[in-house]
Structure formats: C-alpha cells, structure tokens
C-alpha cells in the first residue's frame, strides 16, 4: 500500500544529542515536509522540499536540518541547539498542486521525540 | 506574509447538531488552497475538504461544507449532523501556489461532541 512511513514513533534523547527522524514515502510525491506539534498546538512548518536536493526553511527551523538525496526520503535532525525539542512532529508528502490537483498533504503517522 | 487564524481553542455541540468552526486567512497571493484536517486523539492527520481561491462554489464532502467568504477572507468548516466520532482537533492550512507551495496551518478547534 502506498503512503508515509515515520520511524522511530517514539524517541528518548538525552540532552545535547543530535536525533534524526526518518521519513520515506512510496506515493511518487515531489513535495516534502517537516511539522512540529506541541501539546494542544497546531502545527508548525519546520522544512519543505519540492525537489531533490533542494529544501526551503519553515518558520521554525532553528535547531533542525534535512536533507533530500532521494525523492522518497526526508530525514529531519534535531539537532543539540533546538532548545526545547520535546514534541510530535509530523511528516507529509504532496504532489505539487497544479490547476487539476488539490495538493493536499498525506501525513504519517508521526514520532514523539522526548528529551530527558 | 501568511497567516492563518482560528478564533475557537474548544467547542461543545450536542450530538446531531450542526456546527460551525471558524478560520480566517491572511494572503497577498492572489492564488491560494484553503484546506481542513481532522487530528483524532490517536494523532493521526486526515484530509477532509479543500477550497481554491478561484472556485466558484463553495467545496462539500458529504457531512462537510466549507462557507468560503474571499472578501472577508473566511474558511469556515460546516459539519452538519454531528456524531460522536466527530470528537477532535481541526486545522485549517493554507497553501500558497507562488510560495513555492508553502503549507501552513492554524492553531486549531478543539471539538467535543456531547451525547
């Protein structure tokens, strides 16, 4: 079946480590994107990609990077300078939106990232 | 620069109801998707309805409208009928088509359906 795989769903950190998160995706989709959920918030855009080997920062992206060297993969690393890193973070996949394409966002299943 | 803005952190509505959650939009692009997502508890992400700024008619998904007002830069989700599975979080998210397909997203409703 097609869709978005997010591993690891859970993650214990100690702080001052670096932590990557995977994302794959099988649907064919050229766009990417990184979000970041705190309890009871909505959801903030961390990084986005809309083809290989480019990305574009969010609005939250101190503290995190990516990297695009496979249409199907997005890993996002939070690194020790993100402050306070505890929080779901979502990733999603689009095709890019065109005039017969709504674009909207397939989503996985997230990970919980908690820093002790 | 973009910005989306759901006035409504929790609503209760009794069960069978209708109900309306609210979501105002700030763009200067002139051409932009309005979407709605429903978060269960379980946290998963799920699609529910989608509005262009160049439609005509207001989008439905069966139990789901959306009352788009562009001159008043509105997106307000209807659920008519309301059921108890209809207890969750609700984002609106907007995207931007010359934003290099930038998609951001609102605060959030809280809803609680009451039986």
């Known amino acids: 079946d097609g869709g978005i795989t997010q591993s690891p769903k859970y993650l214990f950190r100690k702080e001052g480590q670096n932590v990557t998160l995977s994302c794959e995706q099988n649907l064919n989709h050229d766009a990417m994107y990184w979000y970041r959920q705190d309890p009871g918030q909505g959801l903030r855009l961390i990084y986005y990609s809309q083809i290989v080997n480019d990305f574009q920062k969010g609005d939250i992206a101190e503290g995190y990077s990516v990297s695009r060297e496979k249409k199907e993969s997005f890993p996002l690393t939070v690194t020790s300078a993100q402050k306070n890193p505890t929080a779901f973070y979502l990733c999603?996949?689009?095709?890019?939106?065109?005039?017969?394409?709504?674009?909207?966002?397939?989503f996985g299943e997230g990970s919980r990232l908690t820093v002790l | 620069a973009q910005k989306i803005t759901q006035t409504q952190p929790g609503m209760f509505v009794q069960e069978k109801e209708a109900v309306t959650l609210d979501c105002t939009y700030d763009t200067s692009d002139p051409s932009y998707g309005l979407f709605w997502y429903k978060q269960p508890s379980s946290g998963e992400m799920i699609f529910l309805i989608y509005q262009g700024s160049y439609d005509q008619q207001n989008a439905t998904e069966g139990r789901y409208s959306l009352n788009f007002q562009k001159a008043r830069k509105s997106a307000n989700l209807v659920i008519s009928a309301s059921q108890l599975g209809d207890s969750a979080m609700y984002f609106c998210a907007m995207r931007s088509y010359s934003s290099a397909s930038k998609i951001i997203f609102g605060s959030g409703t809280r809803l609680s359906i009451r039986p």
């Open positions: 999603a996949s689009s095709i890019l939106a065109g005039d017969a394409a709504t674009g909207e966002l397939f």
